[in-house]
T-cell receptor, first 115, second 112 residues
Framework: DAGVIQSPRHEVTEMGQEVTLRCKPISGHDYLFWYRQTMMRGLELLIY????????DSGMPEDRFSAKMPNASFSTLKIQPSEPRDSAVYFCASSLGGGLKTEAFFGQGTRLTVV | AQSVTQLDSQVPVFEEAPVELRCNYS??????LFWYVQYPNQGLQLLLKYLSGSTLVESINGFEAEFNKSQTSFHLRKPSVHISDTAEYFC??????????FGSGTRLQVQP
């Protein structure tokens, strides 16, 4: 398996534009997580899914952020409209359920810059 | 609510010297503890984890961490570091809800 695949790797957009980040989890994994990494706040959990259903979205900063998982092999994180303070590295991770003996595998991240 | 504290944002050390990266946690329920490593421009990789049993856990590349419940700590140690260990290290916990709470990270800088 190629691991968790995120696209794009880098995104530069203007304030007010819509941004869509994409994630393909490892095949067979039933948990998917979106994290945001910034210098100021470190790594924050935004939302996670189990079997395509959102379980906890309490980390989503505001209504401008939304995430979907239409099927087991694809998820999106959308920011509309984007703001400069959204600039960060966004990580997607996936894991296999059945207990904590399995680990979360992270993608390489999408570096978002909003100017 | 739970939290993870990594007091040292940066730890410079010479090659072949020992190192300890500190991690303390706070939680009102039982926790599972993890150390992840992030190399430049890459995602996080699991280094080691404590779920239950022996409080001393080891990784394949010589790191070890000891779970100390009384001190609510999970410090990471290596007796002799290499240049290739230069990276950022994150301590994290899970209370069983399957999502990780991360510390702020410690940047380990190994100098020749």
């Amino acid at each position: 398996d190629a691991g968790v695949i995120q696209s794009p790797r880098h995104e530069v957009t203007e304030m007010g534009q819509e941004v869509t980040l994409r994630c393909k989890p490892i095949s067979g994994h039933d948990y998917l997580f979106w994290y945001r990494q910034t210098m100021m706040r470190g790594l924050e959990l935004l939302i996670y899914f189990n079997n395509n259903v959102p379980i906890d979205d309490s980390g989503m900063p505001e209504d401008r952020f939304s995430a979907k998982m239409p099927n087991a092999s694809f998820s999106t994180l959308k920011i509309q409209p984007s703001e400069p303070r959204d600039s960060a590295v966004y990580f997607c991770a996936s894991s296999l359920g059945g207990g904590l003996k399995t680990e979360a595998f992270f993608g390489q991240g999408t570096r978002l810059t909003v100017v | 609510a739970q939290s993870v504290t990594q007091l040292d944002s940066q730890v410079p050390v010479f090659e072949e010297a020992p190192v300890e990266l500190r991690c303390n946690y706070s939680s009102s329920v039982s926790v599972y503890l993890f150390w992840y490593v992030q190399y430049p421009n890459q995602g996080l990789q699991l280094l080691l984890k404590y779920l239950s049993g022996s409080t001393l856990v080891e990784s394949i590349n010589g790191f070890e961490a000891e779970f100390n419940k009384s001190q609510t700590s999970f410090h990471l140690r290596k007796p002799s570091v290499h240049i290739s260990d230069t990276a950022e290290y994150f301590c994290a916990l899970d209370t069983g809800r399957r999502a990780l709470t991360f510390g702020s990270g410690t940047r380990l800088q190994v100098q020749p």
